[in-house]
């Protein structure tokens, strides 16, 4: 079953004095099963963030169709999109946007509270989270108190507790040293593995080498995708490799 199904997506921007145009995604399609681990990659200005940013609801495309388990989001008034966001969607971004004023439970149980849950269902539904990714002993401490790694596993029970049907990632290991990466990464790997969709978009190898499937974004249009299959990570890690070579020096996808 596709949790998430994207049909013909196209997004035009128009400069603030009309007089230029600039299309960042042209007739995108593509679609992600329940349970599904897919990495997006694309250089700079290839559309990859602007076609999240259309995913999560917080922008909206030009023409095409965006649908999470069965619901158009174009369909959705504006005054519905919030909620329909925290019910169904959870996020992980590079900069891990957490509160500086609140401490790591209070930033987790926000789109709790903002769902009018009581403090015994939030902490209920933390304790289990928070021991599997190894933060229960930190959570009355505030962001600047704790490492970037911290920061992170913190933003990711935000992202979770809610049970969200899609979880999307914003260059989640960017802000992040090379064994919290790896942490962090496993981390997806057993969401992933007990049947959590995650959406990555990322510029690292190694990142995506992780996904069960890698879309290429180039020119704001799907150019080619890998399926992992059987291939351990270091095989993907390569074949990625190979494919981001040959977008960066214009080859064809079939050379």
């Known amino acids: 079953m596709a949790i998430l199904e994207v049909s013909n997506l196209k997004k035009i921007y128009t400069t603030r004095l009309g007089g230029t145009q600039v299309q960042a995604l042209r007739n995108v399609t593509f679609s992600a099963e329940q349970g599904e681990y897919v990495a997006i990659m694309g250089e700079s200005g290839s559309g990859k963030t602007t076609l999240l940013n259309i995913l999560a609801a917080l922008d909206s495309p030009t023409s095409g169709r965006v649908t999470v388990d069965g619901k158009n989001l174009s369909d959705l008034k504006e005054k519905d999109l919030s909620a329909f966001r925290r019910s169904n969607l959870g996020f992980v971004f590079q900069d891990f946007n957490l509160l500086d004023t609140f401490n790591l439970q209070d930033n987790i149980f926000l789109p709790l509270v903002l769902a009018g849950k009581t403090y015994p269902e939030m902490k209920e ?97 799907v150019y080619h995708q890998i399926y992992r299959g059987e291939s351990t990570e270091e095989e993907m890690f390569v074949k990625i490799s190979d494919t981001l070579t040959l977008i960066a020096t214009g080859g064809e996808k079939n050379a």
């Open 125 to 221: 539904k933390l304790e289990p989270i928070s021991a599997e990714l190894g933060i229960s002993d930190i959570l009355q401490k505030y962001p600047y108190e704790v490492s970037g790694g911290q920061k992170q596993r913190a933003a990711v029970a935000r992202a979770i507790i809610t049970e969200p049907k899609l979880l999307l990632a914003d260059e989640p290991t960017g802000a992040l040293d090379s064994h919290s990466a790896d942490d962090l990464l496993k981390i997806f790997d057993k969401l992933n593995t007990k049947g959590q969709t995650v959406v990555m978009v990322t510029h690292s190898v190694n990142a995506a080498s992780h996904a069960r499937r890698v879309l290429f974004i180039r020119d704001g249009e």
